[in-house]
């Protein structure tokens, strides 16, 4: 029985394959930034004359604001009292569910489709059936 040999992939087609993994890496990550759909605070209340007691600060943490070049409670108060934004949108889960199983659905006709080649070019069998 023959040994089964992959095809061979040239250099360029490598840098190529490379490029878009990173391409897709970084854009896979930039992209919820471009889109406001990471990140998003929301600012409480400013107080008029902040202390750092007031913002709930021990000395450490006064210590450490200080070594960040805060020098002043107002500096940081709006770093301290900013909350994250957890709203929940079912549009958002939905369309991430979608991608999901579609990438899913997409990998098993792929892989199957490229089984079923393999298989026939190793034991010769024409329409590639197991």
């Not at 490598?14 to 759909?37: R, T």
């Not at 805060?70 to 934004?85: C, E, H, M, V």
């Not at 034991?123 to 197991?130: C, E, P, S, W, Y």
Request: no cysteine; proline share 6%.
């Amino acid at each position: 029985m023959a040994r089964y040999k992959p095809p061979v992939q040239s250099k360029f087609s490598q840098i190529i394959d490379v490029i878009v993994l990173l391409v897709l890496a970084i854009g896979s990550l930039y992209v919820p930034l471009f889109l406001k759909l990471a990140g998003r605070t929301v600012a409480s209340v400013p107080q008029d004359a902040p202390t750092w007691e007031s913002l709930g600060q021990n000395p450490v943490m006064v210590e450490k604001w200080l070594q960040l070049g805060f020098p002043d409670p107002a500096s940081a108060s709006d770093l301290i009292t900013a909350r994250f934004d957890y709203s929940f949108s079912w549009s958002s889960l939905v369309v991430m569910v979608v991608v999901i199983v579609g990438y899913f659905a997409m990998m098993i006709r792929l892989s199957e489709t490229e089984y079923r080649e393999v298989i026939a070019e190793k034991f010769g069998q024409a329409d590639g059936r197991l």
